[in-house]
């Protein structure tokens, strides 16, 4: 059996009271049954799997309603999340000029500190990465406002970032947001990972050149290229990679 952690706030003892069995047929048909489970009356330390029966919507919506229960986000919700699910967040940021740290080999960089302009950002976490797209205007998106490419380095095509030596948080729950903005600001951005990922003459490297020179938030806005999602689609997109 593959090793499973529990977290709880204190000692926590698990009983099984209940297990699930599902059937396969090989034309893709699915049957499930539920069995109570109980102690061996001769072996009081040998649990045994009782008769079974159909499961049933009722039982199978108690089943899910516990789980939901046991994994859902517990506390308040930032004003800034847009979409949460046990295993997957988004939000977003609005623009803002903040200091970032550049570790490039090209010599219009180089190795420096500035501060510069970011347009307003969407991060989304999943067990399959963590990605950041660019948003045209500083408010907050709906699921059919369309998203454009981030313009920063260390990105890859479909806005996955590049993690490199950078500490994430084990948590992917929305207490974490500010750990994952910290650790995605506060990294050393080092190349472009992208062709054509803004619309500004000489590229991306010459828009950094450009903000750290002066930091301005027009320019960053003008340069954002558009992506062909919306943010569902890449909600849905990145969901279904990772086999949520």
Same mark, same amino acid.
């Given at each position: ?162 993690? #490199?030596?950078?500490? *994430?948080?084990? %948590?992917?729950?929305?207490? &974490?947001?500010? =750990? ?5 600001? $506060? ?15 000489? #590229?991306?490297?010459? *828009?950094?050149? %450009?903000?750290?020179?002066? &930091?301005?938030? =027009? ?5 954002? $290229? ?19």
């Amino acid at each position: 059996m593959s090793r499973v952690a529990v977290i709880a706030g204190g000692e926590t003892e698990l009983t099984l009271t209940d297990a699930l069995l599902m059937y396969r047929s090989g034309r893709g048909e699915v049957y499930a049954t539920v069995h109570p489970v109980h102690a061996d009356g001769i072996e009081p330390g040998r649990q045994i799997i009782g008769a079974g029966v159909p499961l049933t919507k009722g039982a199978l919506d108690t089943f899910a309603q516990t789980v939901g229960q046991a994994t859902s986000f517990g506390g308040f919700v930032p004003d800034n999340l847009l979409y949460t699910s046990p295993n997957m967040i988004a939000w977003w940021t609005p623009e803002s000029i903040r200091r970032c740290w550049f570790r490039s080999q090209n010599k219009f960089i180089g190795e420096m500190a500035a501060d510069v302009a970011h347009p307003a950002l969407v991060f989304v976490v999943a067990p399959s990465g963590w990605y950041v797209f660019a948003l045209r205007e500083s408010v907050r998106p709906t699921p059919q406002t369309k998203l454009c490419h981030s313009p920063h380095f260390n990105v890859h095509s479909g806005g996955n970032i590049c993690t #490199g030596n950078v500490k *994430l948080p084990s %948590a992917i729950e929305a207490g &974490a947001i500010a =750990d994952y903005e910290d650790a995605f600001f $506060r990294t050393r951005f080092t190349h472009p990972n992208r062709e054509g990922a803004t619309t500004y003459k000489g #590229g991306m490297t010459m *828009l950094w050149r %450009a903000q750290i020179k002066q &930091a301005n938030p =027009d320019q960053m806005r003008r340069a954002l $290229r558009g992506t062909n999602e919306t943010l569902q689609r890449a909600i849905e997109r990145i969901a279904a990679n990772a086999k949520i």
